[in-house]
T-cell receptor
């Protein structure tokens, strides 16, 4: 079965500091990688995704993630966070083929808290 | 506006009292799915559906039922709820073509408490 590991359950940082949220996955087949964000009392929204091509993908609000196939990682980074980035972040994986086509496998989530 | 809606948003019930959480999407998506979110466990898939009348179990299907009689609706049924089904539930949908690469769109969530 597919597994997604988010290495940190809580990441507290001060405003304007850089942040990295780590994600590793296990798969023997091709995968597609996603980061979703959940703001307080809201549903999940797609932040960014890697499908193919350039291994560095960016979101519209300054986050970026890099697909590293050799390390099976898809870490999320932002060089300078804002208080409004406080949310729970989920890494997720879909398999590119097989009987579980289309199923999203989620990590356990990382709560990012940005302090003033 | 393209969206996934869920009702109710909040529900408190008692053990054994059957309930249904509705999910509807207006994007003509074939693929729909139910997840439950529990602290420290992330989101786990309960059931999913590839199209009308096609449903299959996810990772945690015990105690739940679903049906897919229409493309837009995918209700989640708890025939005899128990306290361990207290959770936050999300419905999601996506197109089937490119289902691996397409974004899944999530509803706002239903917070269920079973006493």
């Amino acid at each position: 079965a597919q597994s997604v590991t988010q290495l940190d359950s809580q990441v507290p940082v001060f405003e304007e500091a850089p942040v990295e949220l780590r994600c590793n996955y296990s798969s023997s087949v091709s995968v597609y990688l996603f980061w979703y964000v959940q703001y307080p009392n809201q549903g999940l929204q797609l932040l960014l995704k890697y499908l193919s091509g350039s291994t560095l993908v960016e979101s519209i609000n300054g986050f970026e993630a890099e697909f590293n196939k050799s390390q099976t990682s898809f870490h999320l980074r932002k060089p300078s966070v804002h208080i409004s980035d406080t949310a729970e972040y989920f890494c997720a994986v879909k398999r590119g083929r097989g009987s579980t086509l289309g199923r999203l496998y989620f990590g356990r989530g990382t709560q990012l808290t940005v302090w003033p | 506006e393209a969206q996934v809606t869920q009702n109710p948003r909040y529900l408190i019930t008692v053990t054994g009292k059957k309930l249904t959480v509705t999910c509807s999407q207006n994007m003509n998506h074939e693929y729909m799915s139910w997840y439950r979110q529990d602290p420290g466990l992330g989101l786990r898939q309960i059931y999913y559906s590839m199209n009308v009348e096609v449903t299959d179990k996810g990772d945690v299907p015990e105690g739940y039922k679903v049906s897919r009689k229409e493309k837009r609706n995918f209700p989640l049924i708890l025939e005899s709820p128990s306290p361990n089904q207290t959770s936050l539930y999300f419905c999601a949908s996506s197109p089937l073509e490119g289902v691996s690469t397409d974004t899944q769109y999530f509803g706002p969530g239903t917070r269920l408490t079973v006493l």
